[in-house]
């Protein structure tokens, strides 16, 4: 094991984990002051989002999803994003309106359904460059960024060629003599994720699962917030420990109820199955993939204009069908 | 009583669970099978999430693995970091797999078919598989049985089963004494020779060869003296699968 050779991935990762430039720019522009930070998404994506720029979003496609924020990126026409993840339909989005062009991919499929259609073609016609990486391993490079430091070890990936097409080396521990994968730290440029509710200088609470958003608020220059409901900062200040995102991380506080539709809501609302799966269908070919996009993104000017297409009878059912505690 | 071979698959893989242990749970037929084993011998079953849903009562079947349903009246619900770094700690039992293509050793693929650049067909991706892979004690993996799906190479290796034999693992890094364990398919149970760490048939489902399992596996198949015959399903597991745990027939 001594002589063994350390061991690198073909595809460097998109962002290059300078800390020391990181720390720099987070000292530069971001403050503890408590701003008010409420603002529509229009706003919201136009100030924090830039052509070029690497974004990530949490939680995960049809579960909690930024789906209202990503509806905007799409919307505001961005030709050249890179993302981090995974998803059933936010990132999907995003590839479908060919907004972006790399991508450090860990999982874009439909569990049930089977396969993305969207991810096919962008892949299959080498539109889209994609690196591989596991689901911890995406989390943990998060991890590592909000740790402030470039790597972290980890038990993941080795020996596959998911490490040979992922950015990530192998490392010997100076202790052990272990070897292990060390993961490049991603700070990225822009995270979004959706909370249940925030107050407006953005402290965020989540109900549930918390999937990897501590990490990704942590591991984001800019952090836009999307939530269900704006609560007072008394609220807040009853229940600090509930606090996961606080104020400082947060550029931007957008109130977006059903935010995370056609995905659910943990304790708010299920998905709409129905219309998750007419867009499953719609996705099979190019032209219905427009159509969709069309009807659903474009042609709406904004999230309100959504839930007034969905109507307050079916958001209402969608709100009845969810599990409680 | 008449049943449909996937009820007999999911009763096979339901059968692999342990009471009392712990086991991550991929969408499909690993949910359908945790929900039955703890109606049946594994009431203590631990069920993980890798989104953070940890130790649920699987009352209602999800559609996903980030799904509300994954910790419905669950003990803790905690993040992804959280439930993978208790497995890389040690202490997850057992992790459920599936792909487009496992080999020999274990090995599974679920990113690319063709090369990966420009692939014939893109997969999903490794999401939590080549995690579980890593660090669960013993994986199960579930497969339909083809020539097509049982490769003597993969197009990807995805997540690490034995890798190129024994010592292969714990060669690249990954943790000591994990590995595949079991593969469960709508023909066969097969496990794995200590020695060789090679896949080997177990036991074969009710009315099939071993040569039609043979004819359907496109590697060397270590083929014991003796194998086993799975029992069908009992009329209380299809009983529980039909009207239970899959009621609206969203699986099966």
Redesign the interface.
């Known amino acids: ?1 001594a002589d ?1 050779e350390m061991l690198s991935g073909l595809k460097p990762p998109l962002l290059h984990p300078d800390m020391d430039a990181n720390r720099e720019w987070l000292h530069k522009n971001k403050s503890m002051r408590l701003v008010d930070k409420v603002m529509d998404e229009h706003e919201a994506v136009r100030r924090f989002v830039h052509e070029g720029d690497f974004i990530a979003t949490e ?2 496609g ?3 999803a930024p789906m209202g924020i990503c509806r905007e990126i799409v919307r505001q026409g961005f030709k050249n994003l890179n993302f981090a993840g ?1 998803g ?1 339909m936010e990132t999907e989005l995003l590839i479908a309106a060919k907004c972006v062009k790399k991508c450090e ?5 439909w ?2 359904y089977g ?2 259609n969207i ?2 073609r ?3 016609s ?1 539109e889209l460059e994609i690196s ?6 995406l ?2 490079r998060l ?1 590592a960024a909000a740790m402030g430091i470039s790597f972290i070890p ?9 490490f040979k ?1 992922s950015g990530a080396k ?1 490392i010997r521990c100076p202790f052990t003599g ?4 060390a993961l490049p730290a991603t700070m990225v440029d822009v995270g979004i994720i959706h909370a249940h509710r925030a107050d407006r200088y953005g402290n965020a609470q989540i109900d ?8 990704l608020a942590r591991a984001s220059k800019r952090l836009i917030i999307s939530v269900e409901e704006i609560i007072s900062s008394d609220e807040v200040r009853k229940w600090p420990d509930r606090t996961m995102i606080p104020w400082f991380l947060v550029d931007a506080v957008v109130h977006q109820p059903f935010g995370s539709y056609p995905g ?1 809501m ?2 708010c609302y299920e ?1 709409d ?1 129905e219309h998750m799966q007419s867009y499953f269908q719609a996705t099979k070919t190019e032209e219905g993939t427009k159509a969709y996009l069309k009807e659903w993104v474009y042609d709406l000017k904004d999230h309100q204009a959504l839930l007034d297409k969905i109507g307050t009878d079916r958001l209402a059912w969608l709100k009845s069908q ?2 409680g ?1 | 009583m008449e049943y449909k071979p996937n009820e007999l698959l999911i009763c096979v893989a339901a059968r692999q669970m342990e009471d009392g242990t712990s086991a991550f749970i991929g969408t499909g037929i690993p949910m359908l099978a945790a929900a039955l084993a703890k109606r049946m011998h594994a009431p203590n079953l631990v069920t993980l999430f890798e989104f953070g849903g940890c130790g649920g009562t699987l009352e209602h079947l999800p559609l996903g693995v980030g799904d509300s349903k994954t910790f419905y009246k669950a003990f803790a619900a905690l993040g992804i970091c959280d439930l993978m770094e208790t497995s890389q700690r040690g202490m997850v039992d057992y992790g459920f797999l599936g792909g487009a293509q496992i080999d020999m050793y274990g090995n599974l693929n679920s990113t690319v078919i063709g090369p990966h650049d420009r692939p014939k067909v893109r997969l999903p991706g490794s999401g939590g598989a080549n995690d579980i892979g890593s660090s669960c004690w013993k994986t199960i993996a579930i497969m339909q049985h083809t020539r097509q799906r049982f490769v003597q190479k993969l197009d990807f290796l995805t997540t690490a089963g034995y890798l190129t034999g024994p010592g292969a693992r714990e060669a690249a890094g990954l943790p000591r004494g994990t590995g595949p364990y079991r593969v469960v398919t709508n023909l066969a149970l097969m496990g794995y020779d200590e020695a060789t760490c090679r896949m080997k048939l177990l036991a074969t489902n009710p009315g099939v060869t071993v040569e039609q399992v043979i004819e359907n596996t496109g590697f060397e198949l270590i083929i014991p003296d003796k194998i086993g015959v799975n029992d069908p399903p009992t009329e209380r597991e299809l009983m529980l699968l039909r009207n239970e745990i899959d009621p609206n027939h969203l699986y099966i």
Request: no cysteine.
């Open positions: 094991m063994q939680l995960y049809s579960v909690r995974q059933v991919l860990t999982y874009q499929g569990e049930v396969i993305s991810l096919r962008a892949a299959e080498g591989e990486w596991s689901n911890a391993a989390a943990w991890k980890t038990r993941s990936m080795l020996g596959t060629d998911t097409y192998t272990q070897i292990y994968a549930g699962i918390s999937g990897f958003a501590w990490e659910e943990a304790y998905r199955q969810i599990l505690r």
